[in-house]
């Protein structure tokens, strides 16, 4: 049986041209807007969204007219606040694609994003999944590809993990298990979460995997 490909996305625009920038997050708003029935829990509120991109433009045609001290410093923080939605759009975007892989060319059409890369699926060290329970999400480690102080594939492992709510500012660690699996609850919602996983033997503990991002809700 052929292994299912998974469809990355990517918002596909370069952040720091902000005519495209602007052109690009008024199309991701327009057709996300117009696909509310599949986009039912978008970690933004759209109305929102749109005032973003109004105040983005409204500060460039400060910056590209008068020059004014300080506006491009203004322009560029209203420019960071757009991209950060789009991130969490892209995120949110991404989480439907890998719960629908039949349906991700489609989703991906709907919300106005790119699609970067369409692959065979290979195992992960740590996937993430959210579950019916809001706030809780589901990971899953793959035992083959941790590696311990030990270097081998020790009897006596456990499994630690931790998340970050600030893109990896900070970190909150949660309990060791002897399983690769794990539920975390009580995530806060609507918000990107990362996760990362270790394994640690009698030798000590390895090095984190990759942080793996996922949108609450």
Same mark, same amino acid.
């Given at each position: 049986?052929?292994? $299912?490909?998974?469809?990355?996305?990517?918002?596909?625009?370069?952040?720091?041209?902000?005519?495209?920038?602007?052109?690009?997050?008024?199309?991701?708003?327009?057709?996300?807007?117009?696909?509310?029935?599949?986009?039912?829990?978008?970690?933004?509120?759209? $109305?929102?969204?749109?005032?973003?991109?109004?105040?983005?433009?409204?500060?460039?045609?400060?910056?590209?007219?008068?020059?004014?001290?300080?506006?491009?410093?203004?322009?560029?923080?209203?420019?960071?606040?757009?991209?950060?939605?789009?991130?969490?759009?892209?995120?949110?975007?991404?989480?439907?694609?890998?719960?629908?892989?039949?349906?991700?060319?489609?989703?991906?059409?709907?919300?106005?994003?790119?699609?970067?890369?369409?692959?065979?699926?290979?195992?992960?060290?740590?996937?993430?999944?959210?579950?019916?329970? $809001?706030?809780?999400?589901?990971?899953?480690?793959?035992?083959?590809?941790?590696?311990?102080?030990?270097?081998?594939?020790?009897?006596?492992?456990?499994?630690?993990?931790?998340?970050?709510?600030?893109?990896?500012?900070?970190?909150?660690?949660?309990?060791?298990? $002897?399983?690769?699996?794990?539920?975390?609850?009580?995530?806060?919602?609507?918000?990107?979460?990362?996760?990362?996983?270790?394994?640690?033997?009698?030798?000590?503990?390895?090095?984190?995997?990759?942080?793996?991002?996922?949108?609450?809700?």
């Amino acid at each position: 049986m052929t292994a $299912p490909h998974r469809t990355r996305l990517a918002i596909g625009i370069d952040k720091h041209d902000i005519p495209a920038l602007l052109a690009g997050a008024r199309n991701v708003h327009t057709r996300t807007t117009a696909n509310v029935a599949t986009f039912t829990a978008l970690p933004i509120a759209m $109305p929102l969204f749109l005032q973003q991109i109004t105040d983005l433009d409204a500060s460039q045609l400060v910056v590209t007219s008068t020059k004014a001290k300080g506006s491009a410093a203004d322009r560029d923080h209203k420019r960071d606040i757009v991209w950060s939605s789009l991130e969490l759009i892209e995120a949110y975007a991404q989480s439907l694609c890998d719960a629908s892989p039949e349906q991700a060319a489609t989703i991906a059409e709907q919300c106005g994003l790119k699609v970067s890369a369409v692959g065979a699926h290979t195992k992960e060290i740590l996937s993430a999944a959210l579950t019916t329970t $809001p706030g809780k999400v589901q990971l899953r480690a793959n035992a083959s590809l941790l590696v311990a102080s030990g270097k081998g594939v020790a009897k006596a492992r456990i499994y630690l993990w931790r998340y970050t709510t600030d893109g990896g500012k900070t970190f909150i660690s949660v309990d060791g298990t $002897p399983v690769t699996e794990v539920e975390i609850s009580g995530l806060p919602v609507m918000t990107t979460v990362g996760f990362q996983v270790c394994a640690k033997d009698a030798d000590g503990q390895g090095e984190w995997s990759q942080t793996v991002n996922i949108v609450v809700h």
